[in-house]
């Protein structure tokens, strides 16, 4: 159901369009997108159940009295409402729907490509409707310079990996393009298989959480490219999140990027990364305004002990390698020591009794609340897990939080949902 190019620019073609979702009052964005629409030259007629006329636009009552004189209707409405209006689209053969940022969901979508419906949604159409305002036309090279924007139709073939889907979508392109140019090594890696010898040594939690991962067996795995959606908490309030992200067992490096969309509006993007020994922290609104810009050694610590933990969760025949030491510690956990570019990190591993991870701890990260000034102080960083599941073979977490533990108390701030059929696994970095 991704929406392309062509059908963007097949619907801006037309110049008679229906608009539902327009304020009587004159308030809101129904009337912002048709004080535009009508101001870039489209013939358009705002649909009211009630009002005769808005500003100076005339109203139809329904859908049934512009059908067959539009090429398309844009709805600014509810999603509920939205589900509606798209089972009037279909009985009454308009060929063309556009929703409104917010308006869409999953049933109303569905609908229109049962029924041959062209249909746009998660766009905003003044982002893409020419001559495009300065802020619409600032998002729109944001979005493009971050692979954000539709596609076109078809694209060149790349060659598939282990778990790989058929289709990478934007923000996944954006981050191989970076893998591409860090100048990583290409692999491919050890990829001997994991046998009961190679974890004998290790503490008994630990080889109880490398056979419920289904590591004995299956080869070492080299490089990783994951997909989560979920929350994260930025300027006190949970927004949406998308994230994707590289790492690569030959060069311990780790690219993770996440697009936030503040207000549900403002993409802000973020990338952090552990290249070399060096940890970054790139954070932009619009990929273009610094929200966030840091480096040094507090960030580099936090990134590698971070490396470790993305392995632990999704990857862990990335830690059987010589740079990686695993101890004693009680029943119910053990530990690990990543050593890497003349540092090393520490965390503790909690297990539970057929050896899934509940919860990873460590005090090698740094917190500093937003707008502080002075140094980033040692904090305990903890990555509880909620529930696990299985696919093609390997095992996954459901859900996921990270959650700062400081002296006033717990802070989460980010909580991500685990998508498998997402993963890829050996991926080498100019794929």
């Known amino acids: 159901m991704t929406v392309t190019r062509d059908t963007i620019e097949d619907f801006l073609a037309q110049k008679s369009l229906a608009l539902v979702g327009v304020s009587q009052s004159g308030a809101g964005f129904g009337n912002a997108v048709r004080k535009e ?12 159940p009630k009002a005769d006329k808005i500003g100076d636009q005339p109203c ?26 798209v089972r009037d689209v279909v009985r009454l053969g308009i060929p063309r729907v556009w929703m409104q940022q917010g308006a869409e969901s999953a049933e109303a979508i ?45 694209e060149a ?17 954006k981050l191989m393009r970076e893998v591409g140019g860090a100048g990583l090594l290409c692999g491919p890696g050890d990829r001997t298989p994991v046998t009961e010898q190679d974890i004998e040594a290790l503490p008994e939690p630990a080889q109880r959480y490398l056979r419920f991962m289904n590591v004995v067996g299956k080869p070492r795995d080299w490089s990783f490219r994951a997909h989560f959606s979920g929350r994260f908490f930025f300027k006190n309030e949970w ?11 030959l060069d311990v490096a780790r690219i993770f990027h996440m697009l936030l969309r503040v207000k549900g509006i403002v993409p802000t993007y973020v990338r952090d990364t552990y290249l070399r020994g060096r940890g970054h922290m790139l954070g932009k609104a619009l990929d273009w305004v610094p929200v966030v810009d840091e480096a040094g050694e507090e960030i580099a610590i936090g990134e590698c002990v971070t490396y470790l933990n993305d392995a632990v969760l999704m990857a862990p025949s990335m ?3 010589p740079a990686v030491a695993w101890s004693s510690s009680r ?24 050896g899934e991870v509940i919860d990873f701890a460590t005090r090698d990260r740094f917190y500093a609340p937003p707008g502080a000034k002075g140094a980033a102080e040692r904090a305990e960083w903890r ?23 400081l002296p006033t108390g717990p802070l989460p701030y980010v909580e991500l949902n685990f998508e498998p059929e997402r993963f890829a696994f050996d991926v080498p970095p100019h794929a």
């Open 37 to 48: 629409l009508s101001d870039k030259g489209y013939s358009l007629t705002v649909v009211h």
């Open 60 to 85: 139809a009552h329904s859908l049934e009295e512009v059908a067959g004189k539009v090429g398309g209707v844009v709805l600014v409405t509810p999603p509920e409402e939205t589900e509606k209006l």
């Open 110 to 154: 569905q609908i229109c490509h049962d029924n041959d419906i062209a249909v746009i949604h998660h766009e905003c159409i003044l982002m893409f409707a020419e001559p495009a305002g300065w802020f619409h036309r600032a998002h729109r090279w944001a979005r493009g310079t971050f692979g954000d924007l539709p596609e076109g139709p078809t």
């Open 157 to 173: 073939p790349h060659a598939q990996h282990e778990g790989e889907p058929h289709d990478l979508l934007s923000l996944e392109k």
């Open 239 to 249: 927004v949406p999140c998308e994230c994707a992200q590289y790492n690569s067992r």
């Open 319 to 321: 830690l059987l390698v």
């Open 331 to 354: 029943a119910d956990a053990f530990d690990l020591a990543l050593t890497d570019a003349g540092r090393t990190v520490r965390a503790r591993v909690f297990v539970g009794n057929d």
């Open 383 to 405: 990555t509880p897990v909620e529930g696990w599941q299985h696919h093609q073979g390997r095992a996954f977490p459901t859900r996921a939080k990270a959650v700062w533990f």
